[in-house]
C-alpha cells in the first residue's frame, strides 16, 4: 500500500515532465494524493478511489485546465493523476480499491499480477526485502518511467516539428 510520500513523488515527477512552476507543481502533488481523503472518513478507497468519481473528476480538471489555455500534455497529466493514484493502489496491496462505489461494494486489488515478478526478483537478490514495500517500489519505478518517457517523447517531438530545428 503505497503512502503519502509515495503518492506526492507522482506528483512531483509529473510537474517535472510538465515543466511546472510552483503552482503546478502544487497542483500535481494535490491531484495525486487527493483520493485519499476519503481515508478521513470510513469510506477509504471507496467513496474517492471509485472510477465513479474519478472519471467525471479527471474530465472536469482537464477541461478547467484547457479553457485556461494550458497544454494538452499538461491538462492530460495532471488530470491522469487522480486515476494514476487508484492504479497504484491497486497494484501495490492492501485494502481493496471499490471501483464502482457506490453501485457495487466488491473491491479490487492486483498485487498478485506482480507478485510473481516480485518474487523472482528477490530470490535473485541477497538482501531481505519486503513484499508490499517492493511492490510499491517496483510501480512507482514504471509510472515514473513511462512519464519520464512519454515527457521525453513529447519534448524530442516538438523539436523535430519545430519550425527553428
Ligand atoms: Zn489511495
Not at 4 to 17: N, P
Not at 110 to 127: C, G, H, N
Request: aromatic letters at 12%; charged letters at 15%.
Amino acid at each position: 500500500m503505497p503512502d503519502t510520500f509515495a503518492h506526492c513523488l507522482v506528483g512531483v515527477v509529473a510537474g517535472r515532465c510538465i515543466n511546472g512552476n510552483w503552482k503546478l507543481y502544487l497542483l500535481a502533488v494535490v491531484l495525486s494524493t487527493l483520493p485519499d481523503l476519503d481515508g478521513l472518513i470510513p469510506l477509504h478507497r471507496s467513496l474517492l478511489h471509485s472510477l465513479l468519481f474519478l472519471i467525471p473528476f479527471s474530465l472536469a480538471v482537464f477541461l478547467v485546465l484547457k479553457r485556461r489555455k494550458y497544454p494538452i500534455k499538461t491538462a492530460s497529466l495532471l488530470a491522469c493523476l487522480p486515476l494514476l493514484h487508484c492504479l497504484m493502489d491497486l497494484f501495490t496491496g492492501g485494502i481493496p480499491v471499490k471501483l464502482f462505489y457506490p453501485i457495487s461494494n466488491t473491491g479490487y486489488q492486483f498485487a498478485y499480477i506482480i507478485d510473481t515478478f516480485v518474487e523472482a526478483l528477490f530470490s535473485i537478490s541477497p538482501y531481505v526485502y519486503y513484499l508490499e514495500a517492493t511492490r510499491v517500489d517496483l510501480i512507482l519505478l514504471i509510472i515514473i518511467f513511462v512519464m519520464v518517457v512519454l515527457s521525453s517523447a513529447t519534448k524530442s517531438h516538438k523539436k523535430h516539428n519545430s519550425p527553428n530545428a
